[in-house]
């Protein structure tokens, strides 16, 4: 039996959907969004889709049946409030779209909720919880500066297991208060403050969501997790070019598909 038809199973976990989006990801998101309706293997809640004040994402939402969430009722803070920048680049979007998806916390409805990237694509069935243990989807290679800034954030280093940093991941909201309250008292500020003051900035990839997250799990309950390959596959087209005889042979490789406009996620092909 294949490990597609193994993980055909459902959940009774209830979860929400969180994807931060901008107007470039339109040509994604869409299928993002059919995507987690399809191979999302948990009854879903609510999917809402965190933007700025965007006219074509609200009538996407419509279309969709999703919730659009203006982003600055998200945090404190909103992207002006960024800066994380040199000459050659602008990462303070970037940035904030992580501290979106911590701060997503407040405007979910169930106990879990699942953020994915607005431009990766599932193509195979997942499941997120099983056995009351958590599922996280690995790859084996990441940036060292996301773990020079977990250890200034919680004191201890990573014990990196795998990289957590696949483009999708569930979140517990209690744990996840958990750790947004631990360094907060360790840095005696906001969570979010005390994210952007430890990156180093001359650093173009200084934190990572997942990263942190998922090190910040295993390191207290290894035995409550479950790692499994990423199995993901980018490409640098339009989703819309792609034939679904082409996708169902990907699919036997592959569990998604990232459309990045970015070189540096291109750089391997498999993880």
Known sequence: MSSATRIQRRSRTKIDVLIPAI???LATLPYVID????YVMHPIGKI???SPDSERIKSLCARKNCTFVHE?????????????????WDRSG???QQLLKFGGSSKVSQKFYLVID?????IRPHLFRSGGKQIFYCRNWSQPEYFNTYRKLLGKRAPRPSSFVTHYMLFEKAKLSRLKKKIAARHNTSWHSAIIRSINKSKQFGFSEFETYGNFLYASSPKRVILKKALNKSLSMNPAGIPQKRIKKLARTYRSISFHKRKCYTKKSKR
């Open 94 to 96: 970037w940035l904030f």
């Open 48 to 50: 809402m889709i965190v």
């Open 118 to 122: 607005a431009d990766t694509v599932l």
């Open 72 to 88: 600055n009722t998200v945090l404190p803070i909103t992207k002006k409030n960024i800066h994380y920048s040199s000459r050659k």
């Open 35 to 38: 995507s987690v309706r399809k």
């Open 23 to 25: 107007d470039k990801d």
